[in-house]
């Protein structure tokens, strides 16, 4: 077979720049790109690139991935709508969230900041490589936006860690024992990393509605967002009837 | 011909540098690299402090002081900027991953600040930062992430109140490292913005969170390693086990001081200011042996997705970049870490490096955990040293601790808690500042 009939190396492994039919539709690709752009912060993380390369040669998940920070500045600082596309289909979830390349770019981009804003338009868009990629991160998410909390002493077992070894805990006793023998009485918990008052938990959970945070969540994974909502719809209930019980002690007071 | 693809195009071509020669050009490289202009030669700077106080005179905001009766300490930023550290009346910003994880890291800072009488207040109304989970999945905003921030920071601003003390009495003190970098950063972008003040203003006022109908802005977010650094030659009077026999390599934490880089501290007596100051003021105060290594710049591999989901990423990083080069090149007892994540990374993947022949060990402590240790803390009851994978027991025994003893000692004090109470470090009572559970002060007397 003849290498025109092959294509390009770059056309092979990348895909034509020029030709062929586009992954989507024009529109679909500005309008992605427009959410990425409108974040306050792109002006900020965004200030030029002259490739020189320093945040890729510095990168930890370039050592392992498919992935320059590089290409990612240069995606958007030359508006490749095809490529940012691309990018955000599999590259963007390399990064390891550092920003060794922010605190070193010459030119004050932040690469590490710029791909926190395409993995959240990557959410909005629910695009399937965001509902891939998250998966095994429910458990994480579960926990944050139900308790505030990311991370309980009951998410560490050899279960879910068996990597880690058989030294999870070195001294054999029942979480719960081992958590009660913690000097801080707000760390004696299991299902939360500390005690958090429900009154906090409620705050959060208005917190979550009015930025937008439930719906990325529905977006992403319907049915984690379901038990999401019925763990706050309980909550609420509790910490209503802690204020209507605390009406009725004031009551019986005067 | 095996086609290579480099990346760097056909014309490329292997420079087959002799040893000799890369040896020079690897130095020359590493004069650059490891210095601190790395991080300084950039045109745009600015200390988002002066747009802040300049805010709080138009009076769009108020600013949490860092007050005289906070006893603070100046110390010097990258590029020479005074950043005020409150030493005492100290509101804790616990850490999730530290709490569910490591949690001798919040208890041994807790223990030596009761050794120095640190006032402080340790409560259940508090969020994790929620950047951990912002980092790794992308779910959240900076909306969310800047309404966690202020309404934690509300609640250290308020919480003495519950004590019948002012308001401003407590300054919070952070304890998680990507906690310590986000806020920093939404701090700025909120100072930046009068579109996202607009924004949680309405937020933060729903919740009953405002100071006066304003945003509540804290003066300096303050890192728990830099309280230690500023106390250090105080907790370094209080040690009672000789450590000069200890090599320490220290591992900065990346959200500690490259994000936000401009407010991370320096000091041109330690290690000639080419390093962050954190951690390794501390451990050379104590007397250890601080050893540099090639790879100190490296993050830990942790990468908040990659943690969960990514993990032949993490450990592959953290053996082969980190755990590795200290054992081999610097010959260390131990890698001191002052953040979540890194702590929890370098500590707990080093045992499947067996696995893939690379077997690897080395203690891995967070900077309070160690001091505490040395100042003569227990190992099992303060520092908790039996949630930790990695080899602790061999640097406990080159320190001179009988860990097999102080553990015994633990596991006998688990089976007198099983039914009676356990020692604390404060009174449990002052927990709670409000909703179920809260006992107002009156009872607390």
């Not at chain 1, 709508?81 to 969230?97: F, T």
């Not at chain 2, 020359?28 to 106080?53: A, F, H, P, Y």
């Not at chain 2, 505490?372 to 320190?399: D, F, N, R």
């Amino acid at each position: 077979m003849s290498h025109a009939a092959e294509g390009t190396r770059v056309q092979k492994h990348i895909g034509d720049p020029v030709g062929g039919e586009p992954a989507l539709p024009r529109a679909k690709l500005e309008e992605i790109f427009a959410d990425i752009q409108s974040d306050l912060r792109f002006d900020h993380e965004l200030n030029g690139c002259l490739n020189c390369g320093i945040c890729t040669a510095t990168c930890p998940a370039a050592h392992y991935y498919d992935f320059s920070p590089r290409e990612i500045v240069q995606l958007l600082w030359t508006e490749n709508l095809e490529g940012i596309y691309d990018a955000m289909q599999e590259k963007i979830w390399a990064c390891a969230q550092c920003y060794t390349c922010a605190a070193r770019c010459p030119f004050g981009n932040s690469p590490g900041g710029l791909i926190m804003l395409m993995r959240e338009t990557a959410i909005k868009h629910q695009m399937k490589s965001a509902k891939d990629v998250l998966r095994p991160f429910s458990r994480v998410m579960l926990k944050l936006i139900s308790t505030g909390n990311q991370l309980s002493p009951d998410m560490i077992n050899k279960d879910h860690f068996a990597d880690w070894g058989p030294n999870i805990s070195k001294v054999e006793a029942p979480l719960k024992l081992l958590r009660k023998a913690i000097p801080m009485p707000t760390l004696n918990t299991t299902a939360t990393a500390w005690e958090v008052n429900l009154k906090t938990s409620i705050e959060l959970y208005t917190i979550w509605e009015m930025t937008g945070v439930l719906q990325q969540l529905e977006g992403i994974d319907e049915n984690l967002f379901d038990v999401i909502t019925d763990i706050m719809d309980e909550k609420r209930e509790d910490w209503k009837d802690f204020l209507a019980d605390e009406q009725n002690e004031q009551e019986a007071d005067t | 011909m095996t086609e290579r693809f480099t990346g760097h195009g056909s014309e490329w071509r292997d420079a087959n540098l002799t040893p000799g020669e890369a040896k020079i050009a690897t130095s020359w490289v590493e004069l650059k690299v490891d210095k601190r202009s790395m991080l300084t030669n950039k045109d745009r700077v600015e200390d988002v402090r002066d747009i802040m106080w300049q805010l709080e005179k138009d009076g769009e905001i108020v600013v949490h002081r860092v007050a005289e009766e906070h006893e603070p300490l100046m110390v010097k930023t990258l590029y020479g900027w005074d950043k005020k550290i409150p030493t005492t009346r100290l509101w804790h910003h616990k850490s999730c991953g530290q709490c569910g994880n490591i949690p001798g890291y919040p208890a041994s800072l807790l223990w030596l600040m009761n050794r120095m009488d640190i006032e402080y207040l340790d409560e259940t109304d508090q969020t994790s930062c929620t950047a951990w989970n912002y980092h790794g999945s992308g779910i959240g905003n900076l909306e969310s992430l800047a309404a966690v921030f202020l309404r934690n920071f509300h609640q250290a601003y308020v919480a003495a109140q519950a004590q019948g003390l002012p308001a401003g009495y407590y300054f919070p003190l952070v304890h998680c490292g990507t906690s310590f970098g986000n806020y920093k950063e939404v701090r700025s972008y909120l100072l930046h913005s009068a579109k996202l003040r607009e924004r949680v203003r309405a937020i933060l006022g729903k919740l009953g969170r405002l100071v006066d109908g304003k945003l509540l802005i804290p003066e300096e977010v303050v890192h728990y390693s830099e309280w230690l650094h500023v106390m250090r030659e105080r907790i370094a009077s209080m040690r009672e086990i000789d450590c000069s026999g200890i090599r320490a390599t220290i591992h900065p934490a990346c959200h500690v001081y490259k994000m936000v880089p401009e407010d991370a501290i320096y000091d041109d007596g330690i290690m000639g200011g080419n390093r962050l100051a954190n951690s390794t003021g501390l451990m050379q105060s104590l007397g250890a042996q601080v050893i540099d290594y090639s790879t100190w710049y490296d993050c830990c591999g942790f990468g908040f997705r990659h943690i969960i989901s990514e993990r032949e990423f993490t450990r592959s990083f953290a053996i082969d970049r980190k755990i590795r080069v200290a054992v081999e090149e610097a010959h260390a007892d131990v890698m001191i870490g002052h953040d979540t994540g890194c702590i929890t990374t370098l500590d707990k993947n080093q045992w499947i490096g067996k696995a893939a022949g690379k077997p690897v060990e080395l203690a891995v402590l967070a900077d309070c955990q160690f001091a505490a240790l040395v100042c003569g803390a227990h190992p099992y009851k303060i520092v908790q040293s039996h949630w930790h994978a990695s080899p602790t027991e061999t640097l406990m025994e080159k320190l001179g601790i009988d860990w097999q003893a102080k553990k015994a000692e633990f596991v006998a004090y688990l089976e007198e808690i099983k039914s009676g109470k356990p020692e604390n470090l404060y009174d449990p009572r002052r927990m709670v500042t409000s909703g179920p559970g809260f006992i107002p002060l009156k009872s607390l007397r």
